[in-house]
């Protein structure tokens, strides 16, 4: 979330990407090569019935999740919500997940921050909790100095929205502006509250958790109203349950289309079968190589860079990321593409699924 990202701009074959791997190499980095093992996300992998996952029985997989999706959604979340609890309710047990995620919108005007945030209504065995995510219109991740100018206002900024959220959820949780940071804290020591990336000038998130499983339906229905009715996203995501409750989570509202994510442990050369395996409208990603920038850049910033294989609609196109950006803004783009020796193009991450 806090990183930069370039892709390439046309498709590969997977030879192609193996040959990248050998340039890689002469260049005195450490890549995968084809038979070492390496984790493969997958993504979006659109599915008919729970059981499709069968497909990757031929290899370990794990932390799979069912995502159900409704696009174009204006119902009631608070119904919607409390259907899936009550599934979750006969089917929960250690390792199972269940969480209902919802746009939301702030009321004031906003200059550096998207004025369309995220939250997620969950249910994990034996507490339920709220998770709120904010994202900047533009990401500099913490070391760069190409936004020091903005950031009284970005501080300023982030502080109202967390507390414009708090308030709508009515939690026990303070915001200040500390030593150039935003800082959060729980007034309620005895419960788990957790915040990443406060410092970021780019996504920040806050999870607060209960112990009684219905506290959050009425306050996050409070967040959802912001949307002031109109079409929106809405997933659903479960985790750990088997076939037989899955299909029981299918019955709770129709119209959603059904995705797997999920780690799979396989072979790098075996990512072509995977592709298959998932097409058509899956997607998987994979590390090729990662290295420490100074090792080819020595009179630049040192940044932490991966190579990242994405394989989706049959190719394959790479990714490269970085935690900042070890040369000025200008040079990176030539860099790059003098690195893996293909077109590049900027291509942040959207900031939310």
């Known amino acids: 979330m806090r990183e930069r990202r370039w892709e390439s701009s046309a498709k590969m074959t997977f030879g192609e990407v193996l040959a990248l791997g050998e340039r890689l190499a002469s260049?005195?980095?450490?890549?995968?090569?084809?038979?070492?093992?390496?984790?493969?996300?997958?993504?979006?992998?659109?599915?008919?019935?729970?059981d499709e996952l069968d497909q990757l029985d031929p290899w370990a997989t794990e932390d799979v999740t069912l995502v159900h999706i409704r696009e174009d959604?204006?119902?009631?979340?608070?119904?919607?919500?409390?259907?899936?609890?009550?599934?979750?309710?006969?089917?929960?047990?250690?390792g199972t997940y269940c969480s209902v995620s919802h746009p939301f919108r702030f009321a004031g005007p906003l200059r550096l921050h998207h004025p369309r945030a995220m939250f997620w209504l969950g249910f994990r065995h034996a507490h339920a909790f709220i998770r709120v995510r904010v994202h900047t219109a533009d990401v500099v991740p913490p070391g760069e100095t190409r936004a020091d100018a903005r950031r009284a206002l970005w501080l300023e900024e982030r502080q109202r929205i967390f507390e414009e959220a708090i308030a709508l959820l009515d939690l026990?949780?303070?915001?200040?502006?500390?030593?150039?940071?935003?800082?959060l804290r729980s007034r309620d020591q005895t419960v788990p509250f957790l915040c990443s990336w406060?410092?970021?000038?780019?996504?920040?998130?806050?999870?607060?958790?209960?112990?009684?499983a219905f506290e959050f339906l009425v306050p996050a229905s409070r967040l959802a109203a912001t949307w002031n009715g109109a079409a929106a996203t809405v997933r659903a995501y479960l985790t750990g349950f088997s076939?037989?409750?899955?299909?029981?989570f299918q019955a709770v509202e129709g119209g959603a289309r059904c995705v797997y994510r999920c780690s799979v442990h396989c072979c790098l050369d075996e990512l072509p079968e995977i592709l298959q395996a998932i097409a058509p409208e899956g997607r998987l990603y994979a590390t090729l190589c990662?290295?420490?920038?100074?090792?080819?850049?020595?009179?630049?910033?040192?940044?932490?860079?991966?190579?990242?294989?994405v394989g989706m609609e049959g190719g394959f196109q790479i990714e490269v990321r970085l935690n900042r950006a070890p040369l000025p803004e200008e040079a990176m783009t030539d860099w790059l593409e003098t690195l893996v020796g293909l077109p590049m193009t900027y291509a942040p991450l959207p900031p939310f699924p």
Not at 43 to 48: D, N, R
Not at 73 to 94: I, K, M, N, P, S
Not at 172 to 183: K, L, M, N, Y
Not at 292 to 302: A, N, R, S, V
């Open 172 to 183: 026990p949780v303070d915001v200040a502006v500390e030593q150039q940071s935003v800082a």
């Open 27 to 50: 260049l005195g980095l450490a890549p995968a090569s084809p038979a070492k093992d390496v984790i493969c996300y997958v993504e979006e992998w659109t599915v008919a019935a729970p």
């Open 198 to 212: 406060p410092d970021a000038f780019g996504p920040g998130q806050f999870e607060y958790n209960t112990a009684d």
């Open 243 to 248: 076939e037989e409750a899955l299909r029981e």
């Open 290 to 309: 990662e290295f420490q920038t100074q090792t080819l850049q020595p009179g630049g910033e040192d940044a932490s860079a991966i190579i990242g294989i």
């Open 73 to 94: 959604w204006q119902g009631d979340f608070f119904l919607l919500a409390g259907a899936y609890h009550t599934v979750y309710q006969r089917h929960q047990e250690l």
